[in-house]
């Protein structure tokens, strides 16, 4: 782990922010294009669909693939592996694909019943562009895997960048001639780029062999492995799509807070969590592989407070600018400020959601190291019950605004639930090392949260990005001292892999 959280890391936090970042632009296009009408809803909710498919395909395929393929080059059979997996995906993501456009225009009106029929239309039309693309990121998700696997995380992130740029791309060009359409079909032209980017780096290095028949025992191997893990990926899109069901039950632009907030207030899982867990997962898969046990431990430890130290502080941040970043990003063009109000509110209730499944990311690399993904797929079922009661409880109190309050309180009870299983699964962990960190953490992170108050009142009559900067800079610098005079062992563990570097 200490040879690995220094320049990969760096490169990947990179990578990653730049693909948040692209991913911000491309809700910006649609909120100036589209707003909060039912335009934005359709499309919105029609992409949760098949976007459930395509996670399940792309971080299923990573947490499964990439154990499975280090394992394999112990046994210097790695560009076999590689190539069977990769002819089995053709096969089932071209199946999917074709049932998914197909039978669009049947699930679509059962989901969203509420819809009226112009935007029943979009959102069958855009949910069959979308399903159309999971052929290729099939395809992409195998060799995306395959980059990760060699500590090539940046790849990976740069060609999911490609395929969100050419989607906004697309909307920028196009939006006025052909509507929200041009966001779908922009984005199955950046799937095809992207695969065409991938194997160009990959076939001339031999790394995958492709000739020879289909292995169907070493496919199906593999899939036994894979399809738990990626169902239970996928319980995240599920539970999301379950809130944008109940969204659907309310006013117009009920939808499009919903996942504005939750895309907004997700970013920094998106780039410290995903980027800790993806970096730390290669490294549990080799401590397994050498049945290095202690080291095991070790990694699901350092990962718990690293993620905490990052994500806390990040979040309580955003929770404290969240009016000004709201405004700055989606306040422009069709996006009104009733709209912004609206989401704003939403936001702050997605706090727990973003906390606890970051958390969780770590949890869940070492249930998949280990290979154990079946054992959560039990309590990822129970996560979506629990959703659907504590929406229609909370929904009904609260309106839109109980959808990210019940994702707050599912994912809670969701991650406690899988920490009490694997903490069983590896005979205990270093529970007084964990709570001690915790509480370094979060007081480091109440003493920013302090001192960032008077300093947003000072400069309340700025304008929101030199609002934004100021308090950024200020609580950076606060924290870190409170981190260091508190003596956090993660801080400490952190700023040395990056002073090495």
């Known amino acids: 782990m200490k040879s690995k959280l220094g320049l990969a890391s760096v490169l990947f936090i990179g990578a990653s922010l730049i693909l948040k970042v692209s991913g911000l632009l491309r809700d910006m296009v649609i909120a100036f294009y589209f707003g909060d009408s039912y335009v934005a809803d359709a499309y919105l909710a029609a992409f949760i669909i098949p976007n459930m498919f395509i996670l399940f395909m792309t971080t299923g395929m990573k947490n499964a693939f990439v154990p499975s393929y280090i394992e394999a080059l112990e046994q210097k059979r790695g560009a076999y592996h590689l190539g069977q997996v990769f002819k089995g995906t053709i096969l089932i993501s071209f199946v999917i694909s074709v049932l998914g456009l197909a039978l669009a225009p049947v699930y679509i009106p059962i989901l969203y019943p509420e819809f009226h029929a112009d935007a029943a239309k979009i959102a069958i039309t855009v949910a069959m562009i979308f399903f159309g693309v999971i052929f290729f990121v099939g395809m992409n998700a195998v060799l995306e895997a395959f980059f990760d696997s060699e500590n090539k995380f940046s790849l990976s992130v740069v060609s999911q960048i490609i395929v969100i740029m ?232 609260m309106g839109y605004k109980g959808i990210p309050l019940a994702a707050s309180i599912m994912a809670f009870c969701y991650v406690g639930a899988q920490f009490i299983v694997f903490y069983k699964l590896v005979n205990g962990l270093d529970l007084k090392y964990l709570v001690l960190e915790f509480t370094k953490i979060t007081i480091a992170t109440g003493i920013m949260a302090l001192s960032l108050w008077p300093v947003l009142l000072f400069f309340s009559e700025m304008r929101s990005l030199v609002q934004i900067a100021i308090v950024a800079i200020t609580g950076s610098v606060v924290y870190i001292l409170a981190a260091y005079l508190l003596r956090s062992k993660s801080f400490f563990f952190l700023a040395k892999r990056f002073l090495k570097k």
Not at 190 to 219: C, H, N, T, Y
Not at 267 to 282: D, H, L
Request: aromatic content about 14%; charged content about 10%.
């Open 166 to 397: 050419s989607s906004i791309i697309g909307a920028v060009l196009f939006a006025d001639q052909i509507g929200v359409y041009a966001l779908a079909i922009g984005y199955f032209i950046g799937a095809v780029i992207s695969l065409i980017f991938k194997l160009i780096l990959v076939i001339p290095r031999k790394k995958m062999k492709l000739k020879g028949k289909f292995d169907w025992i070493e496919i199906k191997h593999f899939y036994w492995i894979f399809i738990p893990v990626g169902l239970t990926v996928a319980v995240g899109q599920i539970n999301l799509m379950v809130g944008t069901i109940f969204a659907s039950y309310f006013e117009e632009g009920s939808v499009t807070y919903i996942n504005y907030a939750k895309n907004l207030v997700h970013m920094p899982q998106g780039i410290f969590g995903v980027t800790i867990g993806t970096i730390v997962f290669p490294l549990l898969s080799k401590a397994i592989a050498t049945d290095d046990r202690k080291l095991f431990k070790q990694g699901i430890e350092r990962g718990f407070t690293l993620m905490y130290l990052i994500l806390l502080p990040s979040v309580i941040g955003m929770m404290i600018l969240m009016p000004n970043l709201i405004e700055l990003i989606y306040q422009r063009g069709a996006f009104s400020d009733e709209a912004a109000l609206a989401t704003t509110q939403v936001a702050y209730l997605y706090f727990g959601s973003v906390l606890f499944f970051s958390l969780n990311n770590i949890t869940n690399k070492g249930f998949y190291s280990l290979k154990k993904g079946h054992l959560i797929l039990f309590i990822s079922g129970l996560s979506i019950v629990l959703n659907v009661i504590l929406n229609f409880i909370l929904t009904a109190w």
